[in-house]
């Protein structure tokens, strides 16, 4: 890594992911080439083993910046690590190409939600909360778009509740956009996030949003009783009174819906490399 660096003397080096940081900072130290590093996840939860998360509090503090994608992480980080010059940068959110496109009088309706199938994701609490409510709206389905581990377990789960018939998972889809097009609402039970994508594509694609309101992100991206629903953390029976909610409310989701996709204008493109830009050429300018 040194070697590329001092051979292509860059004006600045933009690192992404914890030890990929670590790893940009040690290679360049004792040199003027100034490294801006971003956290892509929420390092209060997103353990490190004892010896990246020692080298990681060592080298932090020679970045010229410590970019996180939420307000609250930059509390955090500032108050645990007051040396770290921390900025606050979100994901961009583009539009979509298929948005949602509602379709009247269809006989299905469907509760979308999408990640890779591993624990931390908690798509069980999903299920759970979905088959309590599953008997009192028998036209609706559950679509879980995401491929991993859990899926043989989320299966035996959906058939142990008797809602195996209800709950779809077509795998993962690198252009789910088609997929979302045919839905209705979308939940999310994230154990804890960065800057949850999958919520910022799903109301981009005109869907209201039932989520925990985990660490970090969904409050951040959700507006509450605006364009979703946030629910408090680890709380099934919260997050299936909001989905029941949505589900019962046909006037309630569209206006919901309508609102969802203003997300392509509050995380545009060109707000989010703006703020890049100025941190670029505050570095640059010696203004570290």
Not at 65 to 88: L, M
Not at 199 to 221: F, N, T
Not at 224 to 243: E, F, I, N, R, Y
């Amino acid at each position: 890594m040194r070697s590329a660096f001092l051979e292509t003397q860059p004006h600045v080096v933009i690192s992404f992911i914890d030890t990929v940081n670590v790893g940009a900072l040690l290679s360049l130290l004792g040199d003027k080439i100034p490294v801006i590093v971003s956290e892509r996840t929420d390092p209060r939860h997103h353990q490190l083993n004892y010896r990246w998360r020692l080298l990681r509090t060592v080298s932090y503090p020679f970045a010229a910046r410590v970019v996180v994608q939420t307000d609250r992480v930059a509390a955090w980080a500032r108050r645990k690590w007051p040396r770290w010059k921390v900025e606050v940068v979100p994901n961009p959110v583009f539009e979509v190409a298929f948005q949602c496109r509602r379709e009247e009088g269809k006989s299905r309706m469907r509760i979308a939600s999408m990640g890779r199938l591993v624990p931390d994701k908690q798509f069980d609490h999903l299920v759970r909360a979905f088959a309590s409510i599953a008997d009192d709206f028998p036209a609706w389905d559950l679509l879980i778009i995401g491929d991993g581990v859990e899926r043989r377990n989320l299966a035996d789960l959906a058939k142990q509740l008797g809602v195996s018939d209800r709950v779809m998972m077509p795998g993962a889809d690198r252009a789910p956009g088609v997929l979302l097009a045919s839905c209705d609402v979308f939940a999310f039970a994230s154990r804890y996030e960065g800057f949850p994508n999958a919520i910022c594509e799903a109301m981009a694609s005109g869907l209201p949003v039932v989520s925990y309101d985990c660490p970090s992100g969904p409050r951040e991206i959700i507006r509450h009783d605006v364009d979703g629903l946030v629910v408090p953390p680890q709380d099934m029976k919260s997050l299936a009174m909001g989905l029941r909610r949505l589900m019962s409310d046909p006037a309630e989701r569209n206006r919901m819906s309508e609102r969802a996709k203003e997300i392509t204008r509050r995380f545009s493109s060109a707000a989010v490399f703006d703020r890049w830009d100025r941190i670029i050429k505050d570095v640059l300018s010696g203004q570290r």
